[in-house]
């Protein structure tokens, strides 16, 4: 008989879940860009303001694990997958107070398939293996950036020190998906480090670059399509502006305190704005109080979005093989804790 915690019983109890309560899938592929123009990617941001399409408030707070107390930002369930594209799914623990524990916290054993997740930790500490070899500790200001690509298994929980320790946590995660052509490849890990990201200025307000170009710098993550993501930091009274390609999905969050965007709409903590694509223009931020801003922006990829659970791939047929694949051992398995 397989032992309650064997992986095999592990994994078939997973795909049980999965396969009953599984994220929706969404099988239409965007109309092509047709505008192609570039804008450009240095310090001159036009007078022209990019209309916002839409603003989202952060809703109700789920567990996921025991470690992480997350609004979902946004997801296929909520928003058109294309709309959204490359980015598939964001989660966002605001900041929380944990009690020092001595057993671990997080998420166990799960598999991903088809996309990279990125963990922004913003205070506290994650711990992150999987059975691809990755792994590592992530620490205020670091971001861990893991291509799922062909299939890990993973586990992420506070770091050991941080449990005991206990204190504040407040992290981000997002889901990037990764073009069709790539979903097979392997699986790859980056750990950056919050010191490499290059500064940005914004006058008074400053950024941290991740990953892709602005302001004439490059950010160290490395991408699988056109990505730009930073981070900023608004006191009181500033103003920011910035300008991306046009035809570029670009997604303000507001991670804390408020910000007056372009149009004088009014964005809180927990709110995110989706900028219309389709139009020219830069983005303008005021920040009424001291505020924290993530900028997600990346070309989209034009491809059907079907998500399920922990997977993301192209046709409801990639996803049952992965299903399949996971069941058989074949996304690998991790090593037991000592
Ligand atoms: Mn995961």
């Avoid at 399509?225 to 930073?230: D, R």
């Avoid at 969050?253 to 709409?265: D, E, H, K």
């Avoid at 219309?276 to 070309?299: C, M």
Wanted: charged share 20%; glycine share 12%.
């Amino acid at each position: 008989m397989t032992r309650p915690n064997s992986p095999k019983a592990t994994r078939r109890k997973f795909v049980a879940a999965v396969a009953s309560v599984g994220i929706g899938g969404c099988g239409r592929s965007a109309k092509p860009l047709t505008t192609r123009e570039r804008a450009p990617e240095g310090e001159s941001v036009s007078a022209l303001l990019k209309p916002i399409a839409l603003v989202r408030s952060a809703g109700q707070k789920h567990w996921v694990g025991d470690g992480f107390h997350v609004s979902t930002i946004f997801s296929p369930r909520q928003l058109d997958a294309q709309v959204l594209s490359p980015f598939i799914l964001m989660d966002h623990a605001a900041p929380r107070h944990f009690p020092g524990a001595a057993k671990p916290r997080g998420v166990r054993e799960h598999p991903h398939r088809g996309f990279e997740t990125v963990t922004f930790a913003y205070q506290g500490e994650v711990d992150h293996r999987d059975s691809h070899g990755g792994g590592g500790t992530i620490g205020a200001g670091d971001v861990q950036w893991m291509t799922a690509a062909s299939g890990v298994v993973h586990e992420e929980m506070q770091s050991k020190r941080f449990t005991q320790a206990g204190g504040v946590f407040e992290m981000v995660q997002l889901w990037v998906n990764l073009p069709a052509r790539l979903k097979m490849t392997t699986p790859r890990y980056q750990e950056l480090k919050g010191q490499t990201f290059p500064r940005l200025e914004f006058g008074k307000a400053s950024g941290r670059l991740i990953a892709g170009t602005l302001q004439g710098k490059s950010g160290p993550a490395k991408t699988h399509s056109p990505i730009t993501l930073f981070d900023m930091d608004l006191p009181k009274g500033s103003s920011a502006s910035f300008e991306l390609p046009v035809g570029r999905t670009i997604l303000v969050f507001v991670l804390g305190g408020q910000v007056v965007s372009q149009s004088a709409r009014s964005l809180k903590s927990g709110d995110l704005a989706v900028l219309d694509r389709s139009k020219p223009g830069g983005v303008q931020l005021s920040a009424k109080a001291n505020a924290r801003v993530l900028v997600l922006s990346g070309e989209p990829l034009g491809e059907p979005v079907v998500a399920q659970g922990p997977f993301v791939m192209n046709t409801r047929a990639e996803i049952a093989q992965a299903m399949q694949d996971y069941r058989d051992g074949r996304m690998g398995t991790l090593a037991p804790t000592t």
